[in-house]
C-alpha cells in the first residue's frame, strides 16, 4: 500500500554544515509530495512541496525535488542554522484528501 | 495564508473529566478536518477524520466514545476526551485542507497539550 519511508533520526549537525533528509514513497498515480516542520511544543508547517515530477520545493534554504524515476522527495539545505532544530516530516497526498506522513527525523544544530 | 487555531494550547484537568478541544478554520471553509495524536518525540498518529455534517471516521483502535469529534460547521471541530485519565495525556493536533496553488496543502493547529493528573 501507499507509504511514506523517512530517515531515522537523530540527525546532530554542526552549524553550518550540509543536511540531506531521505524521503521515498510508494504510491500509484502522481501524488503531491511535501516536507512538514515542526519546532520544539509547536504544530506542523509546511515547509515546501511540490506537485509534479522533477518539481523543485524550496523555503528558508531548504529545497526538495520531485523524482518521480527514484519515487525520492530528499530535503537538503547547504548550510544549517541553530534555529533550524526541529522535526522534519515527509509526506504526500494522492487524492488531495489523504495525507501519510513519514515517522519524522529530529534535527539538532548545535553552534 | 490559510491558518488554523487551536485552543486551548495547553490543559491540565483531574483524572474522570472531560476537556473539549477547538480547531478552528480562521480564513478558509474545511469540509475535512484531522485530528492527531503525538506522544514525546514520537511521529503523528492519526487518530479520526472529521467531516462536517456528519459523523467522524476513526482509525481503528480509537475508541470513538472516548474520543468524541463534532464538526457542526465548515470553521470548526472538537474534540472531546471524555473522562480523562493519565495516559490520555499528550499533544493533539488538528489538521484542515485547504486548497492551495496546484495542490491541497494540510494546514496545521499548533496543537494542544493535554495533561491528566
Known amino acids: 500500500g501507499d507509504s511514506v519511508t523517512q530517515m531515522e533520526g537523530p540527525v546532530t549537525l554542526s552549524e553550518e554544515a550540509c543536511l540531506t533528509i531521505?524521503?521515498?514513497?510508494?504510491?500509484?498515480?502522481?501524488?503531491?509530495l511535501f516536507w512538514y516542520v515542526q519546532y520544539p511544543g509547536e504544530g506542523l508547517q509546511l515547509l515546501l512541496k511540490?506537485?509534479?515530477?522533477?518539481d523543485k520545493g524550496s523555503n528558508k534554504g531548504f529545497e526538495a525535488t520531485y523524482r518521480k524515476e527514484t519515487t525520492s522527495f530528499h530535503l537538503e539545505k547547504g548550510s544549517v542554522q541553530v534555529s533550524d532544530s526541529a522535526v522534519y516530516f515527509c509526506a504526500y497526498s494522492n487524492t488531495g484528501n489523504q495525507f501519510y506522513f513519514g515517522t519524522g527525523t529530529s534535527l539538532t544544530v548545535i553552534p | 495564508g490559510a491558518v488554523v487555531s487551536q485552543h486551548p494550547s495547553w490543559v491540565i484537568c483531574k483524572s474522570g473529566t472531560s476537556v473539549k478541544i477547538e480547531c478552528r478554520s480562521l480564513d478558509f471553509q474545511a469540509t475535512t478536518m484531522f485530528w492527531y495524536r503525538q506522544f514525546p518525540k514520537q511521529s503523528l498518529m492519526l487518530m479520526a477524520t472529521?467531516?462536517?455534517?456528519?459523523?467522524?471516521?476513526?482509525e481503528q483502535g480509537v475508541e470513538k466514545d472516548k474520543f468524541l469529534i463534532n464538526h457542526a460547521s465548515l470553521t470548526l471541530s472538537t474534540l472531546t476526551v471524555t473522562s480523562a485519565h493519565p495516559e490520555d495525556s499528550s499533544f493533539y493536533i488538528c489538521?484542515?485542507?485547504?486548497?492551495?496553488?496546484?495542490?491541497?496543502?494540510?494546514?496545521f493547529g499548533a496543537g494542544s497539550r493535554l495533561t491528566v493528573l
Open positions: 472529521s467531516n462536517e455534517g456528519s459523523k467522524a471516521t476513526y
Open positions: 511540490a506537485t509534479k515530477a522533477d
Open positions: 531521505n524521503c521515498t514513497y510508494t504510491a500509484t498515480g502522481y501524488p503531491s
Open positions: 489538521s484542515a485542507i485547504a486548497g492551495g496553488t496546484g495542490a491541497n496543502v494540510l494546514t
